[in-house]
């Protein structure tokens, strides 16, 4: 599968901005979507995460309250809400598509890999 990552930009502090990432091939479904982030001279983070199903997802501790991912099959589209932003969301953001199905925090899950969007956040 492949990703593509877009939707990122500069907003300032408190605004909302919605990622999206488009993926090929027919068996999107079948995968579990990731968001991660990765900020200048630090190590990839994880975001959020949601089943292929659709039904769980798991957010980190962070983003909690602020960010909604969610997907559409119909459209091989995984999105991520973000809300309330503020600037140490400053990040290259990435989707990623884990092929078991279930998600996960951990980078290594993840076989695929979208090119990375950059989103600032201006105090």
């Known amino acids: 599968v492949q990703l593509q990552a877009f939707g990122g930009g500069l907003v300032q502090t408190g605004d909302s901005l919605r990622l999206s990432c488009a993926a090929s091939?027919?068996?999107?479904?079948?995968?579990?979507m990731g968001w991660f982030r990765q900020a200048p001279g630090k190590d990839r983070e994880f975001v959020a995460c949601?089943?292929?199903?659709?039904?769980?997802?798991y957010y980190a501790d962070s983003v909690k309250g602020r960010f909604t991912i969610s997907r559409d099959d119909a459209k091989n589209t995984v999105y991520l809400q973000m809300n309330s932003m503020k600037p140490e969301d400053t990040s290259v953001y990435y989707c990623?598509?884990?092929?078991?199905?279930?998600?996960?925090?951990?980078?290594?899950?993840?076989?695929?890999w979208g090119q990375g969007t950059l989103v600032t956040v201006s105090s």
């Open positions: 990623a598509a884990d092929q078991s199905g279930y998600g996960s925090s951990w980078p290594v899950a993840y076989g695929y």
């Open positions: 091939g027919r068996t999107f479904s079948s995968y579990a």
């Open positions: 949601i089943s292929s199903s659709g039904t769980n997802t």
